[in-house]
């Protein structure tokens, strides 16, 4: 399930950003461009952390943008944008942003939990973080 709302077309990797309402941005680029959601949604999230703090950031390293399900999202799905250089979020370094666009409560959580088998694993937390994006693409889709 999780290759399938996650492809390698939604998937960037770049050097360094700026800040880290530039990093959600880009992220959402590829779920904008395939209409899975609309620019409101991108607005939430941002909006979201200034407004909550930096919840997203649930691992060293590693954020999960998203707003509330089913608001500006036409349909499942996620994209990750991997950066080189640590962004700064609300005091938090990022270099992995994994972008969800949820359509309701329940629909993503069995992604959401094949995610964190693969990140509980240590060595393939340190690929994630410190690895290419390819690295994480083999992690990402292996069976």
Same mark, same amino acid.
Request: proline residues 4%; aromatic residues 6%.
């Given at each position: 399930?999780?290759?399938?709302?996650?492809?390698?077309?939604?998937?960037?990797?770049?050097?360094?950003?700026e800040?880290?309402?530039?990093?959600?941005?880009l992220?959402?680029?590829?779920?904008?461009?395939?209409?899975?959601?609309?620019?409101?949604?991108v607005?939430?999230?941002?909006?979201?952390?200034?407004?909550?703090?930096?919840?997203?950031?649930?691992m060293?390293?590693?954020?999960?943008?998203?707003?509330?399900?089913?608001?500006?999202?036409?349909?499942?799905g996620?994209?990750?944008?991997?950066? @080189?250089?640590?962004?700064?979020?609300? $005091?938090n370094p990022?270099?992995?942003? &994994?972008? =969800?666009? %949820?359509?309701?409560?329940?629909?993503?959580?069995?992604?959401?939990?094949?995610?964190?088998e693969?990140?509980?694993?240590?060595? @393939?937390?340190?690929?994630?973080?410190? $690895?290419d994006?390819?690295e994480?693409? &083999?992690l =990402?889709? %292996?069976?």
């Open positions: 399930m999780l290759k399938d709302l996650l492809p390698r077309a939604h998937m960037q990797q770049v050097d360094h950003i800040t880290w309402e530039e990093a959600i941005k992220a959402s680029e590829p779920l904008l461009k395939a209409d899975y959601i609309e620019e409101a949604y607005d939430h999230m941002i909006a979201s952390v200034n407004q909550n703090g930096p919840y997203i950031v649930l060293d390293y590693f954020a999960l943008p998203h707003a509330k399900a089913g608001e500006g999202v036409n349909q499942l996620m994209a990750l944008l991997k950066v @080189n250089q640590p962004v700064d979020l609300k $005091g990022v270099k992995v942003f &994994l972008v =969800l666009a %949820a359509i309701d409560a329940d629909s993503h959580m069995q992604s959401l939990q094949e995610i964190s693969i990140l509980s694993d240590e060595a @393939n937390y340190k690929s994630f973080i410190n $690895g994006l390819e994480i693409v &083999l =990402l889709t %292996a069976e």
